[in-house]
């Protein structure tokens, strides 16, 4: 005899942007998480988030290829940190990052993924390289949640441009690049999956891709419910789930 279902579980709650920006600057001023650690965290989860998505038995052994585009801020930092993962996790990163940021957390993390032997390109693949090279995915690490201002500058507008051209899936990190964080897409690019970051942004609800995961399950229970942010249930030591099954 099956036992009654129990109460349905709310549905995460979407952060406007003022709200995401109150839960990181909590977590850094009260609960002094430093920026480090809170990157390496994001990080680490975007790369388990790769993995569930494009997991390598279903990718071609010998190339299980990943081009990580980052930007000059902290969404390009959890980048470098994503692919450095990768590369432990077994993938074959390769990192585009053409304005190298001056804070020296941000060049520490790209000696990381140097000193791992992670290639740096000098110029972004066409969309057309792109499918004759074989990139199995994109992680878009470009601007996410940040200055909506620098996509009309270079050299992010060149590459928001080649991101919306190619048709091998991408990987974005938290927001879209290219995005409004509430309002969404506005002819950006149209990545495969998403991977929110602490929580789902207003924008996720337009978000019609694939696979969408959100990475929260480091964040304090004070935090969780003084932001009623509703968390989805991860099964046992996950720190990724999938919100949205991946479509057959």
């Not at 430093?34 to 680490?44: K, M």
């Not at 995915?137 to 620098?150: K, N, P, Q, S």
Request: glycine share 6%; hydrophobic share 40%.
């Amino acid at each position: 005899m099956s036992s009654a279902p129990g109460p349905a579980r709310e549905p995460p709650r979407y952060l406007s942007k003022a709200e995401a920006e109150a839960i990181e600057k909590e977590l850094l001023e009260d609960y002094r998480f430093g920026r480090q650690q809170l990157i390496e965290i994001w990080g680490h989860a975007c790369a388990m988030a790769v993995t569930k998505a494009f997991p390598l038995p279903s990718l071609p052994r010998k190339q299980p290829t990943v081009l990580v585009v980052c930007g000059p801020a902290q969404n390009g930092a959890i980048g470098l940190v994503c692919a450095r993962h990768l590369r432990i996790f077994d993938y074959e990163p390769t990192i585009f990052y053409p304005k190298r940021s001056p804070d020296p957390l941000y060049q520490d993390f790209t000696t990381q993924c140097e000193k791992m032997d992670i290639p740096f390109l000098s110029y972004l693949p066409t969309e057309v390289q792109l499918i004759n090279d074989a990139y199995n995915a994109v992680v878009d690490a470009v601007l996410g949640a940040e200055a909506e201002a620098a996509e009309g500058r270079e050299p992010c507008a060149a590459i928001l441009s080649t991101l919306k051209l190619i048709r091998i899936p991408i990987v974005s990190l938290d927001v879209p690049s290219g995005w409004d964080v509430e309002a969404g897409s506005s002819g950006g690019i149209s990545p495969d999956v998403l991977v929110s970051l602490s929580a789902p942004k207003q924008c996720a609800r337009r978000f019609l891709g694939r696979q969408h995961f959100v990475a929260g399950r480091f964040l304090p229970y004070d935090v969780q419910k003084k932001f009623e942010l509703n968390p989805p249930e991860y099964p046992g030591t996950e720190c990724v789930v999938a919100l949205r099954a991946p479509r057959q």
